[in-house]
């Protein structure tokens, strides 16, 4: 099977552009992670869902960040706009039930200038 | 709130040296459930092992073991006789029932030829 799918892997953007980044879940998985990676703050869990529904979104930084899961195979996480500090790694990551471990896809590295 | 701890930033030892990376955690809740991620050089974070609040038992995989103590909150991993692949950042991570994962500020392992 498949793992976690993200895209782009990389994306490089202008700051004020709208940014949006990709995931597909492992098929059967009904909780999806968002998680931001940086030197400073290591990795941070932005949002997650359940069965397609959002259940916290505490560590969404600010207004500019948005998530969407229109069906259990897709996610979106958007920024706009986008500034520098937004340069990071996202991951998206799935598990299949509480309390087990999540599979984390190989990440989408963001360098806004 | 829950926060994980790993007090060791920066680990450097000798190819087939033991090592102990470290995980202190806090929670207020009864259920909770521990892990502990790899993330080589490639950037791709791996799982290596779960543990739910009330298994207490240790775990030895190959080379790797982990000594869960729920008297002092921790959770501590250690790699016998390490190898260069061994090199990587490793992460604790907590759960709790609701699926709020906090994930420690990570140790980079370097082992040396």
């Known amino acids: 099977d498949a793992g976690v799918i993200q895209s782009p892997r990389h994306e490089v953007t202008e700051m004020g552009q709208e940014v949006t980044l990709r995931c597909k879940p492992i098929?059967?998985?009904?909780?999806l992670f968002w998680y931001r990676q940086t030197m400073m703050r290591g990795l941070e869990l932005l949002i997650y869902?359940?069965?397609?529904?959002?259940?916290?979104d505490s560590g969404m930084p600010e207004d500019r960040f948005s998530a969407k899961m229109p069906n259990a195979s897709f996610s979106t996480l958007k920024i706009q706009p986008s500034e520098p500090r937004d340069s990071a790694v996202y991951f998206c990551?799935?598990?299949?039930?509480?309390?087990?471990?999540?599979?984390f896809g190989p990440g989408t590295r963001l360098t806004v200038l | 709130a829950q926060k994980v701890t790993q007090a060791q930033t920066e680990i450097s030892v000798v190819e087939k040296e033991d090592v102990t990376l470290d995980c202190v955690y806090e929670?207020?809740?009864?259920?909770?459930?521990l892990f502990w991620y790899k993330q080589p050089p490639s950037g791709e974070l791996v799982f290596l092992i779960r543990?739910?609040?009330?298994?207490?038992q240790n775990e030895i995989s190959g080379r790797y073991s982990w000594n869960f103590q729920k008297s002092t909150s921790s959770f501590n991993f250690t790699i016998t006789a390490s190898q260069v692949v061994d090199s990587a950042v490793y992460f604790c991570?907590?759960?709790?029932?609701?699926?709020?994962?906090?994930f420690g500020p990570g140790t980079r392992l370097s082992v040396l030829p």
């Open positions: 929670t207020r809740d009864t259920t909770y459930y």
């Open positions: 543990r739910n609040s009330f298994d207490e």
């Open positions: 990551a799935s598990s299949p039930d509480r309390g087990v471990e999540q599979f």
């Open positions: 991570a907590l759960a709790n029932y609701g699926q709020n994962f906090v």
């Open positions: 098929s059967g998985h009904d909780y």
């Open positions: 869902f359940n069965n397609n529904v959002p259940i916290d």
